[in-house]
């Protein structure tokens, strides 16, 4: 109770003096040398409990060595580390980009910054608290947290140190725990971590794209901080298109990648602005959103072959398995990228669905009977698709399914999966989840937490979906340790139990309905 106390009490004046780090960053002519504000206030209690979980196998021998025996027992920031490792780091593959794969490099350096050590700890401490439920674990990771919080806003307060690699990567993971822990308040904390990684950005500006540590950082927030605006509503902050933009303009890609890319964020970040746009017409809204839909469907058109999927069909139901097929993919990243193309997806004909019954209320209305009815077949359509799409990529991301070993087979661009993936083969068939998520080999279920948790919230669901969900997100919750999951879990347990009693309810009224009555009509 302490920790959240003194946390909130953090958090409270963090909002302010983003604001303030952000302002300061606008003013020209500011002295170069004057210190910044800080984002994090110093907690004032500092007397926070050690844990005794840390047990210590010894030896009862009167002859026993204890510097041996200690080294045999890795600490428990040690066994995070590898939790943390084995469940959330990506390698690069066909996508040349990873997730995590970078930060022992910063961890490793000779001189590492005690608060991106104690950020990083704090995060991967909590993913193993969520995990094995142990709540002497979470006093570790609260305690690291705030040694974190102290330490990176001393940070700040140093010109030179504010716009280091270490200083950016403690703010992230600083919001990451928010994410591990995900109590009632970590969802806004989290925002506010996320807005003071903007806003450090924005200070580094575009020349932190040129440094390998610094391109990769930006790739690994990117996703970050589109997720934040897309759950939270709120506006994707300007210096993000254009970091994002100046990196495909310096990658060495392709210029027909460099173009797909850059259709494929201006559709994503179109699809953020649309969403909170609250002023505009219902006509105009069809409009705009009707003009990013049809902007999806030429991109994928032309999107690369290794980015194919193979599908499976199934001839009978199988467990975890929601629906009569799924997916392989050669690479863990490409369903990452496909599920957010989805995801976008649902929500611009979501947008669709509710202008379009908007202006049909409208008087006079904004489109003829025909117009609306086409588009709602359309839109509805289009959103169970979707919806069926990401459940088939779930069982090669939940470890059902193995990925397959791309070094049989080379990266040629003309080479398609179904070329060489036999379904039959007994690695592609369907396995018990986690069988092929291995040490070190994560496959990015972090990423689909908030993509699993909109479609079960979907009203065009199919029967079954959201309980399906929930399952899903109750194996990502113990599998990589997010309580994200668990939470937005037990959010659909509640709506699913509103929407049996609803049911209920409308039967009850349908069987008090006296026998003599006509309700047919004539």
């Known amino acids: 109770m302490m920790f959240r106390d003194e946390n909130d009490s953090v958090m409270n004046k963090a909002q302010k003096k983003y604001r303030e780090l ?29 844990s005794t979980a840390l047990v210590v196998a010894r030896s009862d021998s009167p002859h026993r060595t204890y510097s041996m025996t200690w080294e045999l027992v890795p600490s428990l920031e040690t066994q995070a580390l590898e939790f943390f490792a084995a469940n959330y780091i990506v390698e690069p593959g066909i996508i040349l980009r990873g997730h995590f794969q970078w930060i022992f490099e910063l961890l490793g350096a000779n001189q590492v910054d005690l608060a991106l050590q104690s950020s990083f700890s704090a995060a991967s401490l909590a993913t193993l608290a969520t ?14 947290y705030v040694t974190a919080l102290k330490c990176t806003n001393k940070a700040l307060q140093d010109p030179n140190m504010a716009t280091r690699d270490s200083t950016l990567v403690s703010v992230i993971f600083l919001g990451m725990y928010e994410s591990c822990i995900y109590k009632k308040k970590s969802l806004h904390a989290w925002t506010e971590h996320v807005k003071g990684a903007c806003t450090l950005l924005a200070l580094r500006g575009k020349s932190q794209l040129r440094s390998d540590m610094g391109l990769k950082i930006f790739q690994q927030f990117y996703g970050t901080v589109l997720t934040i605006c897309f759950e939270n509503g709120v506006p994707l902050p300007s210096i993000i298109p254009e970091l994002y933009e100046e990196m495909i303009a310096i990658g060495k890609h392709g210029i027909l990648a460099k173009q797909w890319s850059t259709r494929l964020s201006r559709i994503l970040h179109g699809s953020i602005t649309i969403s909170q746009d609250t002023a505009s ?25 290794l980015w194919k999927h193979k599908t499976v069909h199934l001839d009978r ?35 669709l669905r509710m202008q379009i019954i908007k202006g ?43 990925f397959p070993d791309l070094s049989k087979f080379g990266h040629s661009t003309s080479t398609a999966p179904m070329d060489f993936i036999d379904p039959l083969e007994d690695k592609f068939r369907i396995h018990p989840q986690g069988t092929f998520i291995q040490r070190a080999s994560a496959t990015g279920l972090d990423h689909v937490i908030p993509i699993l948790y909109a479609i079960g919230r979907s009203d065009l669901g199919p029967p079954g979906l959201t309980q399906w969900t929930i399952d899903q997100l109750s194996f990502i ?13 037990e959010d659909l347990k509640q709506r699913l139990k509103r929407r049996t009693v609803s049911g209920m309810i409308e039967e009850v009224d349908s069987l008090c309905v006296p026998r003599f009555l006509d309700v047919s009509g004539p």
Request: a neutral charge; proline letters at 6%.
């Open 131 to 144: 995990t094995t439920k142990s709540q002497a674990i979470m006093e570790r990771a609260q305690h690291q």
């Open 281 to 305: 017409d219902p006509a105009t809204m069809v409009l705009k959103a009707w003009q990013l839909e049809e902007d999806i469907i030429s991109i994928m058109e032309h999107m690369p072959t």
């Open 317 to 351: 139901p199988a467990e975890s398995v929601f629906g009569h097929f799924y997916h392989i993919y050669l690479d863990a990243f490409v369903p990452y990228i496909l599920n957010n193309i989805r995801s976008t997806r649902i929500r611009l004909n979501t947008v």
């Open 22 to 50: 952000s302002e300061q960053r606008t003013q020209k002519g500011a002295d170069k040398n004057t210190s910044q504000a800080a984002i994090f206030p110093t907690p004032k209690n500092d007397s926070w409990p050690q």
């Open 360 to 402: 049909m209320q409208a008087s006079p209305p904004c489109f003829s009977t025909d117009e609306a009815e086409n588009q709602l077949k359309y839109s509805e359509r289009v959103i169970r698709c979707q919806i069926a799409n990401i459940c088939a990529s779930m069982p090669q991301l939940s470890g059902q399914v193995a």
């Open 477 to 489: 919750t113990f599998k990589i340790g997010m309580k994200q999951a668990a939470v937005l879990a």
